[in-house]
C-alpha cells in the first residue's frame, strides 16, 4: 500500500517528505482519505479521533491553485473542524497582475475567516516566500522544519538587491529567527517526520484523557530553593502539574520569562502559563507577556482553561522594555484574558508583584487564585506586602488545581 | 524511660528509629546537615537541629555539635544508628561526660571489639570459635611464613585495623605469604594509618553468617538467631536473609550460645552482632563483632517480632531484657534487599540527584505475606552526592524461604524509581537466580554468577512481556486511535511489526510477538507501574516513557523500546540523523554532582578537548572537555553549585 510513498525521493535526503506522505502520517492509521493532484493534496481524517481536514503543496502553485486552495479554507469554515496545512511552494508562477493578485487575496480572505472557527495549524517544511508568506501569519499556530523552513517578505537575494544587505538566508526567515527571535513560529522540528508527530502530539493535547493521580504530591514541597529569592527551573513544577508529566512547551525560545504549556490536568487539557524564576528572577518583560496574549488568544478561540504557576516580582524595568511596548504588551494579555471560555486559575508560589500580577489578571475577582505559603501577591515591586492568607498546602496543589478548573471555590477568593 | 532523644544519623536509619520512638512516646530530634534540610527524617522527626556543612565531617562526624544539639533541645539520649559515630567510643564517653545516654553499648565494650586483633583474643578467652591462626602482631614476612605453614594453606593476611577489603591477601604459598605480607602492611598504612597485620586459615567458599544478639545493663543477653550475608559485592552486602538456609538447629544454637558468651565476656548491654564466617560444612569461626545496629537487623525483626530499636532503648534506659532466650522463636522467613543509587550497567557507579519518580510497593500484611520498606527518601527529594546512597531496604517475609524470595521478586518489580540510576534491576534479577533461589551461597556468589557484571538484556520472553507491555501501554495513552493498529517495536538490535486489535471481553490482542497475546490492563498513563494480565497470567513491570521510547524493567530485564505506528516507524528511518549542533555547544554535567571547579570565564578561546570545569560526585572528581572549539558564550554555573543530571554549566559559541 505504501510501496510508493516510501521509494527514495529527492527531499528524503533533506529530511522531507511527500505530500502524501505528510497526509498519511499526520491522520490515525486507517483514517485518511486523500486526493488532489497537480499542485496540492488534500486530506481528511481523524487525529486522536478528532476530525482534521489537512491540505500538503505538491508543487508550484498559480492562480488556479490558490483559488482551489481558498475553496478549500471555505470547506474548513463550513465543517467547523481543524485545519492542517502543509506549505512547501516555490514562488508562484503566472501569478503577475490583477488576476494573482485577486487570487491571492481570495485566498487570505478564505484563510482569514477561519479564525476563531477551529484551530488552524500551518506546517512550514519549505519556502513560504512573497505574498504566500501571509498566508502561516493567519494560522493559530505555525510549526516550522528547522533547516528547511523559510519565512521571509522576500529572502536573502532579495535583500542584497534592493536592501544591499549581505547576511545568510537563514536571517531573513529561517525557524531561528522565528523561533527565537520574532516568536511566529511556536514549534520547530529536527525532520519532517518530528515535525508532523509534533503537530499529532498537540492536537491530541486539546482531547481530554484519563490519567492517573499521582498517591502523594510530597515532591511540590522541594520545588522551592530555600533561599526566597534564588532563581530555579520551573520545568519540573510544569511536569509536576501536568498528568503523565507530559506537556507541550510552545514558542520554547521566545519570551522566555514566561512558559506556554500544552499539557492535561486532571485528564482536561488545558493551557499552562508558568514563570521562569531562572531567568531575571521571573520578572515579566516586553516578549513573554505578548507571547502569553497569542497563547491566551490560542486557548480562548480553542476553548481551552488556562492555569498560571506564577513566580514573578513584577515587570522588568529598562530603556529596552520601555522601547519594546512593554506597557502596551502588558495591557493587552490582560484584555486577552477577559476572552478566555473560564475564569483562569492562578498558583502563585512566592510572589506575583506589580503591573506584572495586573496584566496577568490576579486583581480579577473571577481569576481563581491559589497560593503556597508565604507566598505575596500586590501591587508592590518584589516581595512587598503581607503574605496571603489561608495558603494552599504544596503537597494538596495537584488537586487543589484540579478542583479549581472544576469551579470550585479557592482559598484566596 | 527517656522523654526526648536524639537521633545522631540520617537517611533510613534515622527515620526508623524515629518512627519506633514515635510509637513508644518518645519524642525525637533529627540533627541534620545543610544537604539535608529536606530531608525525610528532618520532617519525621519531632524538633530537628542544623548542624553544619554538608560533609560528614563539618556535621554527622561532630561530636561537640552533637552534644550541643542534646543540649539545646533537652533530649537525654542518643540513638547513634549506624555508620557515622555509632562505633566510636569516644563519643559515647563524651556524651556520658555529659551526662547524655548513649543507646548503644558502653565504651569499654566497644573498644573491645573495635580492635580486631583485640576482638579475636577476647573471643578466644571466651571459648568462641575461632579462625586457625595466630592471634597477635607479625613483625616480619618470614614469621608470617611460618605461622602460615603451621595453619595449613590457603591462609589469608589482614590488617588488624582493616575492613571494607582493604588490607586484605589471600595466599596458597610461602611465596604468596611474603608478597602478600608486604602489600597487605603497605595497604593497611595507607588505608589506616595501622600497618599491623595478622594470619588465619583461609576459609574456602565461605558464607557469611552473622548472630543478633540484645543485652542488658544486668548481665542478661539472648541471641535472636542468625542473618545469612552471603550475597556481597566488593565485601558490601546486596541481599540478607533470616535464618540461614544452611544452618540447622544445633548449628544455631552452638552460634548462638558462642556469641552470648562473647558478649558477656565484655560486659555487652545493647544490641551487637558477631559476625562468622562459615564453612559450606557448617563450621563457623568468629570475623569481628559490630557494636552497633546493623543495616539489616529488620530480617531479624521480622522473623523474631522483635523490636531492636526499641530493645536497644529500653536496655540503654536501664530497663531488664524482657524476654529470656527461650522466648525468642523464629518465625519464617524473611529476605532484604538493599536498593542504592547506582547504576548496575555502568559498574555499580554512584548515581545522585532529584528522585522524579519514587514508588515503592505497598507496605502492610496480605495473605501472610509481610512487606517492609525502609527509607529515607521521597519523591521529590535529593539523593545528595555527600553520603551513602541508600534508596531504601525493601524486606518481605513470608512462611517459607520460596514464598518470602517471590513475594520479594514481586515487589521489586512493582518498586519504580525514576530522575536516578538505581540498582533494582539487578536485584530482581538476583532474584530470579537459580543458584540463589536454591540457597547455594558464599560470598564469592556474585564474583562467581556474574563475572562481566550485571547486563540489562533479558530472555526472548522477557522481550515479548516489554513488547506486549509497551504496546497495551501505547494504546491505553492514545485510546482515540481506532483499532486495528500497526505498531513496530524497535529495541536496540531488531524491530517488530505487530498489530492490535480488540480481544474478548475487553482486552486487547496483539499479534506479532509469537504466538497472539490477549492483554489485559486498567494501567492509566502516569503510573509508573503496569499492572494487568497477559494471557490469563499476572504481570507487574516498572515502566517509564520519554517521548516515543519505552523503558520496561521486570525480572531482572530493562528492555528499551520505541514504539510508532508502522507508517511513522518507516519513514523516521528515511530522516537524516539529527543535527547536534546546538547540544554539541553545550557543557552538561553527565551526572548529578558538584560543580568543584570551574576553569575558564565567558569570553575565553577554548580547543576541542580542553579541560573547562571539573566535577565532583561521591568523593570522585571527574574533568569536563569541550566538546569542540569555540569562545565560552554563557557560564550558567558557579563552583560550589550542584548539578542536576544534564545540567548545562557553560555554552560555548
Known amino acids: 500500500m505504501l510501496a510508493s510513498s516510501l521509494s527514495p525521493h529527492p527531499e528524503a535526503a533533506r529530511g522531507l517528505l511527500t505530500a502524501e506522505d505528510r497526509l498519511r502520517l499526520l491522520f490515525d492509521p486507517g483514517s485518511a482519505g486523500i486526493e488532489g493532484s497537480g499542485a496540492l493534496r488534500f486530506g481528511s481524517g481523524l487525529v486522536h479521533g478528532r476530525p482534521v481536514l489537512a491540505l500538503a503543496d505538491a508543487g508550484p502553485g498559480d492562480p488556479a491553485v490558490l483559488h482551489q486552495r481558498a475553496a478549500f479554507y471555505r470547506r474548513v469554515a463550513n465543517d467547523g473542524v481543524a485545519l492542517v496545512e502543509f506549505l512547501d511552494c516555490p514562488p508562484l508562477t503566472g501569478a503577475a497582475g490583477v488576476e494573482g493578485l485577486a487570487a491571492m487575496d481570495a485566498c487570505l480572505t478564505a484563510r482569514a475567516a477561519l479564525k476563531g472557527r477551529g484551530l488552524s495549524i500551518t506546517a512550514l517544511s519549505g519556502p513560504a516566500l512573497g505574498p504566500m508568506a501571509l498566508t502561516p501569519a493567519l494560522a493559530d499556530l505555525v510549526v516550522m522544519h528547522r533547516a528547511a523552513g523559510f519565512w521571509s517578505l522576500g529572502g536573502a537575494e532579495l535583500a542584497h538587491r534592493l536592501g544591499h544587505e549581505d547576511d545568510p538566508e537563514a536571517a531573513y526567515g529561517g525557524a531561528g529567527l522565528h523561533g527565537a527571535g520574532t516568536g511566529l513560529a511556536a514549534l520547530g522540528a529536527a525532520d519532517d517526520v518530528r515535525l508532523v508527530l509534533d503537530i499529532r502530539r498537540l492536537l491530541g493535547l486539546t482531547r481530554p484523557r484519563a490519567a492517573a493521580l499521582a498517591e502523594s504530591d510530597e515532591a511540590f514541597t522541594t520545588l522551592l530553593p530555600l533561599d526566597p529569592f534564588e532563581g530555579w527551573d520551573s520545568a519540573a513544577l510544569v511536569r509536576l502539574v501536568a498528568d503523565e508529566g507530559e506537556s507541550l512547551a510552545l514558542w520554547p525560545d521566545h519570551g522566555t520569562a514566561l512558559g506556554c504549556h500544552l499539557a492535561r490536568i486532571g485528564g482536561q487539557p488545558v493551557g499552562l502559563i508558568a514563570s521562569n524564576p531562572a531567568q531575571n528572577g521571573g520578572a515579566l518583560d516586553a516578549a513573554a507577556s505578548r507571547k502569553a496574549r497569542r497563547f491566551v488568544d490560542f486557548l480562548a478561540g480553542q476553548g481551552l482553561a488556562l492555569v498560571m504557576l506564577l513566580d514573578t516580582p513584577g515587570s522588568l524595568p529598562g530603556q529596552a522594555e520601555e522601547a519594546a511596548g512593554a506597557l502596551a504588551e502588558a495591557a493587552a494579555l490582560r484584555r486577552a484574558l477577559t476572552a478566555l471560555p473560564q475564569p483562569p486559575v492562578a498558583l502563585v508560589l512566592r510572589r506575583a508583584q506589580g503591573i506584572a500580577a495586573l496584566a496577568l489578571g490576579l486583581g480579577d475577582a473571577r481569576t481563581r487564585l491559589l497560593a503556597w505559603p508565604g507566598a505575596r501577591i500586590g501591587l508592590g515591586g518584589g516581595s512587598e506586602g503581607p503574605e496571603v492568607p489561608q495558603p494552599l498546602s504544596p503537597n494538596q496543589t495537584k488537586r487543589a488545581l484540579i478542583a479549581a478548573l472544576a469551579g470550585h471555590d479557592t482559598p484566596q477568593r | ?653
Open chain 2, 1 to 653: 524511660m527517656f522523654s526526648k532523644i536524639l537521633i545522631a544519623n540520617r537517611g533510613e536509619i534515622a527515620c526508623r528509629i524515629i518512627r519506633t520512638a514515635r510509637r513508644m512516646g518518645i519524642k525525637t530530634v533529627a540533627v541534620y546537615s545543610e544537604a539535608d534540610a529536606r530531608a525525610l527524617h528532618v520532617r519525621l522527626a519531632d524538633e530537628a537541629v542544623l548542624i553544619g556543612a554538608a560533609p560528614a565531617t563539618d556535621s554527622y562526624l561532630s561530636i561537640e555539635k552533637i552534644i550541643a544539639a542534646c543540649k539545646a533541645t533537652g533530649a537525654e539520649a542518643v540513638h547513634p544508628g549506624y555508620g557515622f559515630l555509632s562505633e566510636r567510643a569516644l563519643f559515647a564517653r563524651r556524651l556520658a561526660e555529659e551526662g547524655i545516654t548513649f543507646i548503644g553499648p558502653n565504651p569499654h565494650a566497644i573498644e573491645a571489639m573495635g580492635d580486631k586483633i583485640e576482638s579475636k583474643r577476647a573471643a578466644v578467652q571466651a571459648g568462641v570459635s575461632t579462625v586457625p591462626g595466630h592471634v597477635g602482631v607479625i613483625d616480619t614476612p618470614e614469621e608470617a611464613e611460618r605461622i602460615a605453614a603451621g595453619i595449613g594453606y590457603p591462609v589469608m593476611i589482614k590488617a588488624s585495623a582493616g575492613g571494607g577489603g582493604k588490607g586484605m591477601r589471600i595466599a596458597h604459598s610461602p611465596g604468596e605469604v611474603r608478597e602478600g605480607f608486604a602489600r597487605a602492611k603497605s595497604e593497611a598504612a595507607a588505608s589506616f594509618g595501622d600497618d599491623r597485620v595478622f594470619v588465619e586459615k583461609f576459609i574456602e567458599n565461605p558464607r557469611h553468617i552473622e548472630i543478633q544478639i540484645i543485652a542488658d545493663k544486668h548481665g542478661n543477653c539472648v541471641y535472636l538467631g542468625e542473618r545469612e550475608c552471603s550475597i556481597q559485592r566488593r565485601n558490601q552486602k546486596v541481599l540478607e536473609e533470616a535464618p540461614s538456609p544452611l544452618l540447622d538447629p544445633e548449628t544455631r544454637a552452638r552460634m548462638g550460645a558462642e556469641s552470648v558468651a562473647l558478649a558477656q565476656a565484655v560486659g555487652y548491654d545493647s544490641a551487637g552482632t558477631v559476625e562468622f564466617v562459615v564453612g559450606q560444612d557448617r563450621s563457623f569461626y568468629f570475623l569481628e563483632m559490630n557494636t552497633r545496629l546493623q543495616v539489616e537487623h529488620p530480617v531479624t525483626e521480622l522473623v523474631t517480632g522483635q523490636d531492636l530499636v526499641e530493645l536497644m532503648i529500653r536496655s540503654a534506659a536501664g530497663e531488664p531484657l524482657p524476654l529470656a532466650q527461650t522466648d525468642v522463636r523464629l518465625n519464617g522467613w524473611a529476605v532484604e534487599s538493599r536498593i542504592y543509587a547506582e547504576d548496575p550497567e555502568q559498574g555499580f557507579m554512584p548515581s545522585t540527584g532529584r528522585l522524579t519518580t519514587y514508588r515503592p510497593p505497598a507496605e502492610g500484611v496480605v495473605a501472610g505475606v509481610t512487606t517492609r520498606n525502609d527509607t529515607g527518601v521521597f519523591e521529590g527529594g535529593e539523593i545528595p552526592v555527600h553520603y551513602d546512597p541508600m534508596i531504601a531496604k525493601l524486606v518481605t517475609h513470608a512462611p517459607t524461604r520460596a514464598e518470602a524470595i517471590e513475594a520479594q521478586a514481586e515487589a521489586l518489580d512493582a518498586f519504580a524509581i525514576g530522575g536516578i540510576r538505581h540498582n533494582i534491576p539487578f536485584l530482581s534479577r538476583l532474584m530470579r537466580h537459580p543458584r540463589w533461589r536454591e540457597g547455594r551461597l558464599a560470598t564469592g556468589f556474585l564474583a562467581e554468577e556474574f563475572p562481566e557484571g550485571y547486563s540489562p538484556e533479558g530472555s526472548a520472553d522477557d522481550r515479548r512481556l516489554a513488547g506486549l507491555i509497551a504496546a497495551a501501554a501505547t494504546h491505553s495513552r492514545e485510546p482515540d486511535v481506532a483499532l486495528p493498529r500497526a505498531l513496530v517495536l524497535r529495541g536496540a538490535k531488531a524491530a517488530q511489526d505487530v498489530t492490535l486489535n480488540t480481544g474478548s471481553d475487553g482486552a486487547l490482542r496483539i499479534e506479532g510477538l509469537g504466538a497472539a497475546a490477549l492483554v489485559a490492563s486498567g494501567w492509566l498513563p502516569g503510573q509508573a507501574v503496569w499492572r494487568g494480565r497477559i494471557d490469563g497470567q499476572p504481570v507487574t513491570a516498572a515502566l517509564e516513557r520519554q517521548g516515543e521510547s519505552w523503558t520496561i524493567s521486570r525480572g531482572g530485564a530493562v528492555t528499551r523500546l520505541r514504539v510508532l505506528d508502522a507508517l511513522a516507524d518507516r519513514l523516521i528511518e528515511t530522516m537524516p540523523a539529527p543535527d547536534q549542533g546546538e547540544e554539541e555547544r553545550q557543557l552538561r554535567s553527565p551526572a548529578a554532582a558538584q560543580l568543584s571547579a570551574l576553569l575558564v570565564a565567558e569570553g575565553d578561546r577554548v580547543d576541542a578537548g580542553q579541560r573547562l570545569a571539573v566535577i565532583e560526585a561521591m568523593k570522585m572528581e571527574s574533568p569536563l572537555l569541550a566538546p569542540l572549539a569555540g569562545r565560552v558564550a554563557r557560564i550558567l554555573a558557579q563552583p560550589g553549585a550542584l548539578l542536576a543530571a544534564g545540567q548545562v554549566i557553560l555554552e560555548l559559541d
